[in-house]
Nanobody
Framework: QVQLVESGGGLVQAGGSLRLSCVAS????????MRWHRQTPGKQRELVAT???????NYADAVKGRFTIARDNALNTVYLQMNSMKPEDTAVYYC???????????????WGKGTLVTVSS
């Protein structure tokens, strides 16, 4: 079993910053891509940022230049630094990791339960 736990959400004023963390634990052999998604009520979950095991990154247009994704492979942790935040960044943020476990020959995606980020205007 693999668990992903997010932290760092909360209330911030527009223009402010927050840093999210997501720690993966359990029966992990290796973690490939790690991603952050977000979702607001009534909307589909959207991909915010991706980081590969080699450190390559990709961002949604809505967050480019404001958000930075990073990872610490030794700690099985992915971060999302969010700067210059806007009210439209308000959402539940989820992390996703493609994990190969020690007891399988294939990988699969695991999700955290999410952390709420609220940006006030």
């Amino acid at each position: 079993q693999v668990q992903l736990v997010e932290s760092g959400g909360g209330l911030v004023q527009a223009g402010g910053s927050l840093r999210l963390s997501c720690v993966a634990s359990g029966n992990i052999f290796t973690i490939n891509a790690m991603r952050w998604h977000r979702q607001t009520p009534g909307k589909q979950r959207e991909l915010v940022a991706t980081i590969t095991s080699g450190g390559s990154t990709n961002y949604a247009d809505a967050v480019k230049g404001r958000f930075t994704i990073a990872r610490d492979n030794a700690l099985n942790t992915v971060y999302l630094q969010m700067n210059s935040m806007k009210p439209e960044d308000t959402a539940v943020y989820y992390c996703r990791a493609y994990v190969v476990t020690r007891t399988s020959n294939y990988g699969m995606d695991y999700w955290g339960k999410g952390t709420l980020v609220t940006v006030s205007s």
